[in-house]
């Protein structure tokens, strides 16, 4: 039927459905990024772009079957992703928890977040630092000092059980910083990339280096700590800012390069396979204790 001066109601009601449709589209399409999203995004792309240049311009030649190595870490990386996401669906806090430091400080805006952030990077050095310090929480963080062939995928080499111990003991720190899930994010976002290139095998220019290094860490600083020499191993324990090492005097600035990785106690290749691995918190191996 034609309705005169005006559409059908039929026609009305396909001309809704069908802006409906496009809007469902295009809400599809365009959907933002969560920061779940970006954050695994980041991931990606860091290990990608110095897993690309340390082969380009690789600090040091590695005399290794390197494929085996990676995929070993790389698999190491995906269990602690599994777990780590598991555990904090249960108990990190939620977006926009407010409360504690940042509630103080929400009067300066976006400062309160930058202060919280740095705060919870010196709670990162002191969580390192108690890593090496106390031996039961050292037999997990061993899994990752026995790698022997320092490079980018060196920086997911960590036990399940060290990254489960971690996300609860950041709990408290997070709820008396004031921070939320998508805060803790932001921070992860941020400590990755600088992770994963401290861990790399890529050659910097010597004056570049010496700039970065008086921010954050960066690859000759950290193969200091992956020396099997125990006076080297308990220094440089800053994971994004060296400003921490620098207060605590526990930084040691390259003055060699470092001949060799890994643990002496933890050479054997039966550590360095996938039950090896997993087995290393449970397994004695002399030596040290803490």
């Known amino acids: 039927m034609v309705w005169a001066g005006r559409q059908s109601p039929d026609a009305d009601h396909e001309r809704i459905a069908a802006r409906a449709v496009r809007t469902c589209r295009v809400d599809a399409a365009g959907a933002s990024m969560t920061p779940m ?16 240049a ?7 030649v590695a005399g290794r079957a390197r494929a085996g190595h990676d995929l070993l870490n790389l698999a190491l990386g995906a269990l602690n992703v599994v777990s780590g996401v598991a555990l904090a669906v249960f108990v990190l806090p939620q977006p926009g928890r407010g409360g504690g430091l940042m509630g103080v400080l929400g009067s300066i805006g976006p400062g309160a977040t930058v ?13 390192h630092r108690a890593n090496h310090a106390i031996p039961f929480l050292w037999r997990f963080h061993r899994a990752h000092h026995s790698d022997t062939a320092l490079d980018s995928t060196s920086a997911v080499r960590f036990h399940p059980g060290e990254g489960a111990l971690s996300v609860l003991a950041r709990l408290p720190v997070a709820w008396a910083l004031g921070m939320g899930i998508e805060h803790l994010v932001l921070y992860e976002s941020i400590l990755f990339p600088v992770v994963v290139f401290h861990h790399s095998n890529v050659r910097l220019p010597v004056r570049l280096e010496r700039v970065l290094r008086m921010l954050i860490v960066t690859p000759p600083i950290h193969r200091v700590h992956h020396s099997p020499l125990r006076i080297e191993t308990d220094s440089n324990f800053g994971s994004v800012l060296t400003v921490w090492d620098r207060l605590a005097r526990s930084l040691r600035a390259p003055s060699h390069a470092v001949p060799r990785f890994g643990l002496d106690q933890l050479a054997d290749r039966s550590w360095h396979s996938p039950v090896g691995l997993l087995s290393t918190p449970f397994r004695w191996a002399g030596g040290r204790v803490g």
Do not use: I, R, S
């Open 54 to 60: 340390e082969h380009l311009l690789p600090a040091t």
């Open 37 to 52: 999203d970006a954050k695994a995004l980041v991931a990606v792309l860091a290990l990608a772009a110095f897993w690309t």
């Open 115 to 127: 202060v919280a952030l740095v705060l919870f990077d010196l709670w990162m050095y002191a969580w």
